[in-house]
Nanobody, 117 residues
Framework: QVRVAESGGGLAQPGESLNLSCVASGNFVGVQGMGWYRQAPTKERELVAFINSGQITTYGDAVKGRFTIFPDRAKRTVRLQMNDLKPEDTAVYYC???????????WGQGTQVTVSA
């Protein structure tokens, strides 16, 4: 069984910063890909940042230049540094861990981020 647990998030004012952390635990060979997605009310889940097994990182257009992902495969963790937060960043943020081989995706329960003055 694989467990993905997120921490961090909360309330921030526009322009402030927040950190999210995620750790994967359980019985698996290794973490191949890891990253973050988010879902705002009435919207579909969207990519925030993901690094794949080939070490290629992709950022969502809405967060480029403001958010940075910090993966650590050895520790099975991934951190998301969010700077210059905007009200439109308000969403539930989900961690995705791609473990294997063979590859399987596991998701966390989500953590709320609210940006409001």
């Amino acid at each position: 069984q694989v467990r993905v647990a997120e921490s961090g998030g909360g309330l921030a004012q526009p322009g402030e910063s927040l950190n999210l952390s995620c750790v994967a635990s359980g019985n698996f060979v290794g973490v191949q890909g890891m990253g973050w997605y988010r879902q705002a009310p009435t919207k579909e889940r969207e990519l925030v940042a993901f690094i794949n097994s080939g070490q290629i990182t992709t950022y969502g257009d809405a967060v480029k230049g403001r958010f940075t992902i910090f993966p650590d495969r050895a520790k099975r963790t991934v951190r998301l540094q969010m700077n210059d937060l905007k009200p439109e960043d308000t969403a539930v943020y989900y961690c995705r861990m791609q473990v294997g081989p063979p590859l399987y995706d596991f998701w966390g329960q989500g953590t709320q981020v609210t940006v409001s003055a």
